[in-house]
């Protein structure tokens, strides 16, 4: 997949191109579905497929206050789309300033000119251009003057049996006499796919059902920087992730997951790593920083101070705890590996 972050790395002789426009934060199972089907329909006419999405998020541009975390930084993003087939992203820096453009300056500048759009593919509540003026009856119209197609896409819903929220795969009654608020998140006659789903699951703590609605578990990627070692004095080491690092922070607690190792060549037997995950602000030190770390089970002999890394998270174990000894909160650190143990070994069963 080619990547590009300006029109001017485009190739002079790319397209004709079947083109999507969105934030694609998580690149969610409702975006895989819609992407690979543009993938496959751009195939089959002999045109290229292409993505156009933005960084920083427009939100965190317009309304930094009230923008929601992000499910995935740029790195996992661009990776996670290029899994979907694309041929290529077009990464655009957005600002106020980018925002002045109207909507026929969009269209007319990014994919007709830059990427020679023949179908350019958006929801029904497509909006874009200055002040969000431009909608779908604008693409339509913008599409029969510059010679592209308009294909609508709908919302994807999950099936019953895709529905996170029930464990034997069912989907939840809507006709229940006492409303549940975990079901009511649930219910796939309620819900489409979305991003904004996964960060009520996380919040929730729930990153086994978010994993459901992701299509793979969720991930952070950051750093490894120094702590206060304290773990390592316990007899559990750990590697803190960088204040900065990227993807959703979930729920405070204690989780089974992966510690994936990037720079590490894939195969190796220290590629990806059994973890357990801790979020929180250690109560029982009386911490105040909130914090995500990870010991890896076993091994007391890595060093990854400096080295990027990938948390994915498959399943809370319990929420943050205060012990009242160190003796009590190792005892229990025993028990969470047993348990990480166990759930690792049944999803990779």
């Known amino acids: 997949m080619q990547r590009w972050t300006d029109l001017a790395q485009v190739p002079a002789d790319f397209g004709p191109s079947v083109v999507t426009v969105g934030n694609f934060d998580g690149v969610h199972r409702?975006?895989?579905g819609v992407l690979t089907r543009m993938v496959a329909d751009a195939r089959a006419v002999g045109a290229r497929s292409v993505a156009v999405t933005f960084t920083p998020h427009p939100q965190q541009v317009h309304r930094p206050e009230t923008a929601p975390p992000l499910l995935t930084g740029d790195a996992d993003r661009l990776e996670l789309l290029e899994q979907t087939g694309l041929d290529a992203v077009l990464l655009l820096t957005y600002t106020l300033d980018f925002a002045q453009?109207?909507?026929?300056?969009?269209?007319?500048?990014?994919?007709?000119d830059g990427l020679?759009?023949?179908?350019?593919?958006?929801?029904?509540?497509?909006?874009?251009?200055?002040?969000?003026?431009?909608?779908?009856?604008?693409?339509?119209?913008?599409?029969?003057?510059?010679?592209?197609?308009?294909?609508?896409?709908?919302?994807?819903?999950?099936?019953?049996?895709?529905?996170?929220?029930?464990?034997?795969?069912?989907?939840?009654?809507?006709?229940?006499?006492?409303?549940?608020?975990?079901?009511?998140?649930?219910d796939p006659l309620r819900r489409r796919w979305s991003s904004t789903w996964v960060r009520e699951l996380?919040?929730?703590?729930?990153?086994r059902?978010?994993?459901?609605?992701?299509?793979?578990?969720?991930?952070?990627?950051?750093?490894?920087?120094?702590?206060?070692?304290?773990g390592r004095d316990l007899g559990f080491p750990t590697a803190n992730l960088s204040p900065d690092a990227t993807g959703m922070v979930p729920a405070d607690g204690v989780y089974a997951g992966w510690l994936r190792r990037?720079?590490?060549?894939?195969?190796?037997?220290?590629?990806?790593?059994?973890?357990a995950v801790s979020v929180g602000t250690n109560p029982t030190f009386a911490?105040?920083?909130r914090r995500v770390e990870a010991y890896v089970l076993d091994r007391t002999d890595l060093d990854?101070?400096?080295?990027?890394?990938?948390?994915?998270?498959?399943?809370?174990?319990?929420?943050?705890?205060?012990?009242?000894?160190?003796?009590?909160?190792?005892?229990?650190?025993h028990q969470d590996v047993a348990g990480v143990r166990e759930v690792l070994a049944g999803a990779a069963g």
């Open 116 to 186: 020679r759009a023949r179908t350019v593919v958006v929801g029904r509540d497509v909006r874009f251009g200055r002040g969000n003026a431009g909608d779908l009856a604008t693409m339509v119209e913008l599409g029969e003057r510059f010679g592209f197609a308009v294909e609508v896409i709908e919302d994807v819903a999950p099936d019953p049996v895709d529905a996170p929220g029930d464990p034997a795969g069912d989907a939840a009654d809507p006709a229940a006499d006492a409303p549940d608020p975990a079901a009511a998140l649930a």
């Open 209 to 230: 059902q978010a994993a459901r609605v992701l299509g793979r578990p969720h991930r952070m990627r950051g750093t490894v920087v120094h702590g206060d070692k304290r």
């Open 287 to 289: 911490g105040l920083q």
């Open 202 to 207: 996380l919040v929730a703590g729930d990153v």
């Open 262 to 275: 990037p720079a590490v060549p894939a195969g190796s037997p220290d590629a990806v790593l059994p973890a």
């Open 304 to 333: 990854l101070y400096g080295e990027e890394v990938v948390l994915e998270f498959v399943e809370r174990l319990r929420p943050t705890l205060r012990f009242d000894s160190v003796d009590e909160l190792i005892a229990r650190m």
């Open 101 to 112: 453009q109207t909507a026929e300056e969009f269209v007319r500048r990014f994919l007709v």
């Open 30 to 32: 409702g975006h895989v």
